[in-house]
């Protein structure tokens, strides 16, 4: 269905193989009686490239209504409940509602928060319930006589389609499985190294000082002008800023590039060292949908983004520098209508420091059976240490995917160059020092 800017946004929610069954079925169903709105399910509505955390929230957000397929096995489902709360935070914005709709169990079944909420079993009388609430919001809205006519003329189809779902997975005990197929068999690997750099650390002093000598060269002693305005097509001011001022400018711009130096090291590595690949096997014939890995390296290590080495200009990772001391040009245009070029899409992969662990994450829309899928030119691995002929480092990964309510865990192993790669020479050049 083309989404109409006008129509509201039903957002069906759903967990394991029954909920998922219930919730596609109305996805499909809904809009056969009630033409006025744009019903939207994460199994048909995230196409192949689409960023899936991102898709599910931006809809969370925008959703008039929200119709969460709970089951007996899936109503403490962490995915369940974290869409539950923010469909709930986000449809009082529109005078909309979250309605918790029971498949295989009572109301007297259900457990935790979503009890508070609009619920109804879905049934005959419960399916009439929602379908009035959802009619309330479309563009244009059922007469109740047309809204009768056309729930009794297609509630049969669904009807039907509910028992067989329940006849073929269950639903009605707690110990009925999510999804018929044993806990899928991953497997995860790093390909590339970690390596370690190391530098001349008075570097950042000598840096300091030759920029000085540039920022101070046309200073004097008694605080007037040495240097005329500048004669130039441009416009020009004289100097504002007291001797004094532009001193403590200077010293705090060299308080900023100390405290900024590492990160900006850490920069150069990561365009001029190639990026790990990150590699997810399905060696199973179970079809994964939302699966998250999140892998945990020791504190040692550590990720940087990897960037484009074409045009790599270290300087533009450090603090600016004040402004000369004397006349300033400055431009008569607005900045802001350069064209701005080159922005990198979001990253498949994400990462922080926990504790003293690397935490790296990634997100996969989907991944079928018997399939590998890889994560490339994300991320440079680096080693804070100095030590020579490091081992391999050991790392854990767990996964978890939508359609089970279980985690998934492994190990893996990343290796580390022999040696530490010495930078000084490269940053000397750069920085022309």
């Not at 009807?159 to 779902?165: G, H, L, S, Y």
Request: charged residues 25%; glycine residues 6%.
């Amino acid at each position: 269905m083309t989404a109409s800017s006008d129509r509201p946004r039903i957002f069906l929610s759903w967990s394991g193989a029954l909920s998922q069954r219930v919730a596609t079925f109305l996805h499909e169903w809904l809009p056969t009686v009630i033409q006025g709105i744009d019903p939207w399910i994460s199994t048909r509505s995230i196409f192949a490239g689409d960023y899936w955390h991102r898709a599910i929230t931006d809809n969370l957000r925008l959703s008039n209504i929200g119709i969460v397929v709970v089951t007996m096995a899936n109503q403490e489902s962490t995915w369940l409940n974290y869409e539950t709360g923010a469909l709930a935070q986000s449809v009082t914005t529109r005078d909309g509602a979250v309605m918790p709709l029971l498949v295989g169990l009572s109301v007297e079944d259900l457990t935790g928060p979503m009890k508070n909420l609009q619920v109804n079993t879905l049934d005959e009388a419960g399916m009439r319930n929602v379908l009035a609430v959802v009619n309330e919001h479309a563009q244009p809205k059922l007469s109740e006589k047309a809204l009768e006519r056309e729930f009794k003329l297609k509630w049969t189809e669904l009807e039907n389609e509910i028992a067989d779902a329940l006849a073929a997975l269950g639903g009605g005990s707690v110990s009925a499985p999510t999804l018929p197929v044993a806990l899928p068999d991953l497997t995860v690997e790093i390909v590339g190294v970690a390596r370690a750099y190391q530098y001349d650390e008075t570097l950042v002093e000598s840096y300091i000082e030759n920029r000085k000598m540039e920022l101070f060269g046309h200073f004097p002693e008694t605080g007037e002008l040495t240097s005329p305005l500048i004669a130039s097509p441009m416009a020009s001011r004289r100097e504002s800023r007291s001797p004094d001022q532009f001193r403590q400018e200077v010293d705090r711009w060299a308080a900023d590039v100390r405290a900024a130096w590492a990160s900006a090291v850490d920069t150069l590595a990561g365009a001029i060292w190639d990026a790990v690949t990150i590699k997810i096997e399905n060696l199973t014939s179970v079809f994964l949908e939302r699966l998250q890995l999140v892998i945990t390296l020791p504190g040692s290590v550590d990720a940087i983004e990897s960037l484009d080495s074409d045009g790599f200009e270290f300087e533009t990772h450090l603090p600016d520098r004040p402004r000369a001391w004397g006349p300033s040009p400055y431009m008569l245009f607005d900045p802001a209508e350069m064209d701005i070029s080159g922005i990198r899409r979001p990253s498949d992969a994400t990462w922080r420091r926990v504790g003293d662990a690397l935490e790296i994450t990634v997100d996969v829309n989907e991944l079928r059976p018997k399939r590998t899928i890889e994560c490339t030119d994300e991320l440079v691995l680096v080693v804070r240490s100095s030590e020579m002929d490091l081992p391999p480092i050991p790392a854990t990964w767990s996964a978890t995917v939508r359609n089970l309510d279980e985690v998934i865990e492994g190990e893996c192993t990343i290796m580390v160059a022999p040696r530490a790669y010495d930078f000084t020479a490269g940053l000397r050049k750069l920085l022309e020092l």
